[in-house]
């Protein structure tokens, strides 16, 4: 029986690489790598001075452990094992109180020219679902708008959020970057360029597009070295 060929470093190499990057870019079991909470900023085409912030959560879990942190609902929602026990009361108990909204208004700020924004959180009747608005009143109409945003981040650092704005503006907080100017009004946007994008969902990308193409590129390298051979086989005299 013929041997079995040996393949080619490159292969190898290219597997190799492939299955590392997908391995580090496999997100840990911690749950701020689940889905993530988002925040919808908007300018008030009535009220220029107004900013709307719309928050809302990655997943309901997290509605639980906030409203356990704040002392809204009791320690024994988390579990010894590390899970959450999620009931459909805990989002109107958190939605309703006085220290969610004090949350709300310190881990999410807005300035304008230097000037901090006053806010004011609307009482949100189905935060689980469509999240809750907070209305930031400036002192004049707003052009660009400084906008901080630390939702969850006292929890677990890794806490990430992403944010849309108009004409498709867009950023990623976290980590060294929970501050980002948004252009509102009719303010130039900022490139999008600019923006950030780090971390396992990078990973995943990076994984995602080069590493087929090197294992691609290996494959079609090994087929026509085995072509060449054959050619060369058959080319010699019996």
């Given at each position: 029986m013929p041997s079995t060929a040996r393949w080619p470093r490159r292969v190898v190499i290219a597997v190799a690489f492939t299955v590392t990057l997908l391995a580090m870019a496999v997100p840990a079991g911690a749950h701020p790598y689940g889905y993530p909470q988002t925040v919808t900023?908007?300018?008030?085409?009535?009220?220029?001075?107004?900013?709307?912030?719309?928050?809302?959560?990655?997943?309901?879990?997290?509605?639980?452990l906030l409203g356990v942190k704040l002392g809204l609902l009791p320690q024994d929602r988390v579990l010894l094992d590390g899970a959450i026990s999620f009931q459909a009361s805990d989002a109107t108990v958190l939605a309703s109180s006085a220290p969610f909204a004090s949350y709300?208004?310190?881990?999410?700020?807005?300035?304008?020219?230097?000037?901090?924004?006053?806010?004011?959180?609307?009482?949100?009747?189905?935060?689980?679902?469509?999240?809750?608005?907070?209305?930031?009143?400036c002192a004049g109409p707003v052009g660009v708008a400084r906008i901080e945003v630390r939702m969850l981040s006292d929890l677990d650092p890794a806490y990430q959020t992403v944010a849309t704005g108009p004409?498709?503006?867009?950023?990623?907080?976290?980590?060294g970057r929970y501050a980002?100017?948004?252009?509102?009004?009719?303010?130039?946007?900022?490139?999008?360029?600019t923006v950030p994008d780090h971390g396992p969902a990078t990973a995943w990308k990076v994984a995602g597009t080069v590493g087929p193409l090197l294992l691609v590129a290996a494959v079609v390298s090994l087929l026509r070295h085995q072509v060449r051979r054959r050619r060369v086989a058959h080319a010699r005299p019996s």
């Open positions: 900023i908007a300018a008030d085409a009535t009220r220029p001075e107004v900013v709307r912030l719309t928050w809302k959560a990655g997943g309901v879990d997290e509605l639980t709300l208004l310190t881990q999410m700020t807005v300035s304008s020219d230097g000037h901090a924004c006053a806010g004011t959180v609307d009482p949100s009747s189905d935060l689980a679902g469509s999240g809750v608005d907070v209305d930031y009143t004409r498709g503006q867009r950023q990623v907080y976290g980590p980002h100017d948004w252009a509102l009004g009719d303010a130039p946007a900022a490139s999008e360029a």
